[in-house]
């Protein structure tokens, strides 16, 4: 890990003439680059603190796919060695006795656990569930794993479906938009080889811990699987032996991230608020499942929370912490709630597994030019172990951009930060052409960790601004809910003055010429991208996907609830005109800038035929340029390499045509052994 800022200070003037010469001979990025590099993750530390176990995924440009392998490490550093075969898995988790790793992996169409013994060997099935398996978790002495399944349908049903009696009852009974099953806990006992069913309900379950004496279960449930329900879900507490069930909660705030304490007495979990669904970051609840008396832990804590984790003595949880655009490891004191930063690096840090007695951590780490690998450390002594140097040509063959998190005021006295990224080399008082980046969400955050996109368009002469808008998680709960009605304007107001006021920082800072700006988006990006550009004539092109632009349209198809709460307010039929003005087709009338939009036919989260609409009105106007690129087979995000291949090359050659006046010319892929040229 790197020591920033003075140490590149220092180095610039100490080895100026040697970087210079060393910086002439690298290369810009291109989209082939960011289509190369090996992602790492999976990262578990074994209970003893010895091995690591990590995942390492490689592009196969033959297959159009990514392809994972998976490997042991020890924990010092050194040596890595294959430890599962092909055939891969899902869900890594060690056994607590540090004997053995399970996984789950697909069989007959149905997902499985399988084992394997560390000390080597076969992967063995264990389950042969008649559904596929969800979530599962060991019990604290290694004799069970609990987990939760679907329910199967019964021979009759089974017989009838196949025969073609398939037709979906739209959110009625199990199912929702989409055909679905309830599903219950079931309990897997390794000696006997033989498993039990622990609830028998027609409820979905989410989230479950198992207490530290394997005698009582946690989960969250809902009785309903209507898409936008989410918020009905309750936590739940159950007796195994006599299978006496509790309710712990009885309030509209979807609660998650249950986590028994080891002494047995309390548990921990995640909730915006105790009472509503609201738009804030979560925060740390305390209960006792035996009076069912709660109360909130980390209310002096701003930021976003993730991955909590209890101490041995109960006393102390350990979380990840993101507070503005960096992210660390936190310890915050059960009893009064009181917090300290354990590290504190420049960047995103994320803990993602830690030894059974909590001294030891492995964590994954990134910054703005240091693409994401994994690291080994003592906890309450910071000393970092890098294991994995999963893209070394980067540093060694591309020029990275330069950036700077900056700041600026906004409408209704808002203070915004953003992600500023200029290219290398970069001649102080020169202006150049801004892509303007809007981060998904609206709850998204733009983070100090390795994006692509930011090294590709500086190695094409463009500076980057990546605003954190009013919305964002990882900063205040004021910030967070500024989108939101009852606080704020609602979306496509606020948001996009954030985005316009840094427009204008950036150019009177000097950096950035005024009559060259594009923006992109994705998301929620391509939502507030799509209503930028029916608000300003200012952007020279656009390239907005997986949008929303139409929100009455979207109300059945689409998740919405957020919107219904807190960004608009209501319902198409009770606030039609508002439902109507904050929709970006409203408005379509006024688009001047050139759009390129793209989406995934399979989407399911903001649906295919928003971009139809909206590319078809911009086609019908006839003012503006326009170009529309569905992608088959594909969900809310790009999988296929050649898909997001072609998504990124088509934005580009459309931003160099419409931003620079430019024909450019894509890349061409390099012909490598086994692959197929693009």
Do not use: C
């Not at 990590?54 to 440009?61: I, R, V």
């Not at 069930?245 to 047995?264: F, H, I, M, V, Y």
């Not at 994995?388 to 900056?406: F, G, S």
């Amino acid at each position: 890990m790197k020591t920033k800022i003075v140490f590149f200070i220092a180095a610039f003037f100490i080895f100026g003439s040697t970087a210079i010469a060393f910086q002439a001979e690298r290369r810009p990025m291109t989209s082939d680059d960011a289509l190369n590099m090996v992602n790492v993750g999976n990262a578990l530390i074994s209970p003893d603190g010895k091995w690591v176990f990590f995942s390492k995924s490689e592009l196969n440009w033959k297959e159009n796919k990514r392809e994972s392998k998976y490997y042991m490490i020890p924990v010092e550093g050194g040596e890595e060695y294959q430890f599962i075969g092909k055939e891969g898995g899902s869900s890594f988790q060690y056994s607590p006795d540090g004997k053995y790793l399970t996984f789950t992996r697909t069989v007959d169409k149905n997902r499985q656990i399988f084992i394997m013994r560390m000390s080597g060997g076969e992967a063995v099935q264990l389950t042969k569930h008649k559904n596929s398996v969800g979530r599962y978790k060991w019990s604290d002495d290694s004799e069970s794993i609990f987990f939760s399944a679907s329910e199967p349908r019964s021979k009759e049903d089974e017989k009838k479906y196949k025969e073609g009696y398939d037709v979906i009852f739209v959110d009625e009974g199990p199912n929702g938009q989409t055909a679905g099953s309830w599903s219950n806990l079931w309990k897997f006992d390794m000696n006997t080889r033989e498993e039990t069913k622990i609830t028998d309900e027609d409820f979905l379950i989410g989230d479950f811990d198992v207490s530290p004496d394997g005698e009582r279960v946690l989960f969250t449930a809902r009785y309903t699987n209507r898409r936008n329900d989410g918020y009905l879900s309750e936590i739940y507490i159950m007796n195994i032996a006599d299978k006496l069930k509790t309710r712990l909660t009885e309030n509209n705030a979807p609660e998650g991230s249950l986590n028994w304490a080891p002494d047995g007495k309390k548990f921990a979990y995640t909730a915006a608020d105790d009472k509503e669904w609201m738009n804030r970051n979560s925060k740390i609840y305390i209960m006792d499942p035996n009076t069912k008396e709660y109360r909130l832990l980390s209310g002096n804590f701003e930021g976003s929370i993730s991955r909590i984790t209890w101490t041995n003595d109960s006393r102390y949880l350990l979380f990840n912490g993101q507070q503005k655009t960096n992210t660390n490891l936190f310890k915050i004191d059960a009893g009064t709630g009181e917090f300290n930063q354990i590290t504190d690096i420049s960047g995103t840090l994320r803990v993602s597994s830690f030894s059974a007695d909590r001294s030891s951590m492995v964590y994954s780490y990134s910054d703005y030019d240091t693409p994401n690998d994994i690291y080994t450390s003592s906890v309450m002594n910071f000393a970092p172990v890098r294991l994995t140097d999963a893209n070394p040509w980067i540093e060694k063959e591309i020029l990275l951009a330069k950036m700077e998190v900056i700041s600026w005021k906004s409408k209704k006295n808002f203070e915004i930060e953003g992600l500023f990224h200029l290219p290398s080399g970069y001649k102080e008082g020169t202006r150049i052409p801004l892509m303007l980046n809007i981060h998904g969400g609206p709850a998204g955050v733009f983070s100090n960790s390795f994006r692509t996109s930011y090294h590709i368009y500086a190695g094409l002469g463009f500076a980057s601004l990546s605003p954190n808008v009013r919305g964002s998680s990882g900063y205040t709960d004021h910030l967070r809910e500024g989108n939101t009605v009852a606080k704020g304007d609602g979306i496509g107001f606020g948001d996009y003055w954030d985005l316009m006021n840094g427009v204008d920082h950036v150019i009177k800072e000097g950096f950035v010429d005024p009559e060259k700006l594009g923006v992109r988006g994705w998301s929620y990006g391509g939502i507030l991208g799509g209503w930028t550009i029916t608000q300003t004539d200012r952007f020279k092109a656009a390239s907005i996907g997986a949008g929303v632009y139409d929100w009455t349209s979207e109300y059945g198809p689409g998740f919405n609830h957020d919107v219904k709460l807190w960004h608009i307010g209501g319902t198409p039929w009770d606030n039609p005109k508002e439902w109507r003005h904050q929709s970006a087709l409203t408005h379509v009338k006024n688009v001047t800038t050139p759009t390129i939009l793209f989406h995934g036919e399979r989407d399911r989260t903001d649906t295919e035929q928003q971009s139809m609409m909206f590319s078809t009105a911009i086609r019908d106007i006839g003012i503006a340029p326009v170009r529309y690129l569905k992608a088959p087979r594909e969900g809310h995000g790009f999988r296929e390499p050649r898909h997001a291949r072609t998504r990124e090359i088509e934005e580009i050659r459309w931003m160099m045509k419409y931003i620079l006046d430019e024909e450019w010319t894509p890349w061409e892929r390099k012909t490598e052994k086994n692959e197929d040229k693009a």
